[in-house]
């Protein structure tokens, strides 16, 4: 399984926003879910927003109204968009996909959100 790859990190100040891409390797219909994840430092790796296959969507309440995940399926990417940023989102955003039991992670991209 190919790993997939995170991009868009960066510096950012409060309220702004941030649009992450992960790149997989394949169609994104061959995959069950695709998901955004993210790690704060000494915080355990937690859900930010998943879309199936199907394009059920699925946010945690931390982002829900700030967060959309989207799907652009020609280019076999999944994006993160993320607006009114707050300093607490920051975090190792992460990558996954699911197909059956096996989860793929990708490396992570830094988000950091500070004036």
């Known amino acids: 399984q190919v790993q997939p790859v995170e991009s868009g990190g960066g510096l950012v100040h409060p309220g702004g926003s941030l649009r992450l891409s992960c790149a997989v390797s394949?169609?994104?219909?061959?995959?069950?879910?695709v998901g955004w994840y993210r790690q704060a430092p000494g915080k355990q790796r937690e859900l930010v927003a998943t879309v199936t296959r199907t394009g059920s969507t699925n946010y945690a309440d931390s982002v829900k109204g700030r967060v959309t995940i989207s799907r652009d399926n020609a280019k076999n990417t999944v994006w993160l968009q993320m607006n009114s940023l707050k300093p607490e989102d920051t975090a190792v955003y992460y990558c996954?996909?699911?197909?059956?039991?096996?989860?793929?992670w990708g490396q992570g991209t830094q988000v950091t959100v500070s004036s």
């Open positions: 394949r169609t994104i219909f061959t995959f069950d879910v």
């Open positions: 996954n996909t699911k197909v059956s039991f096996r989860i793929t």
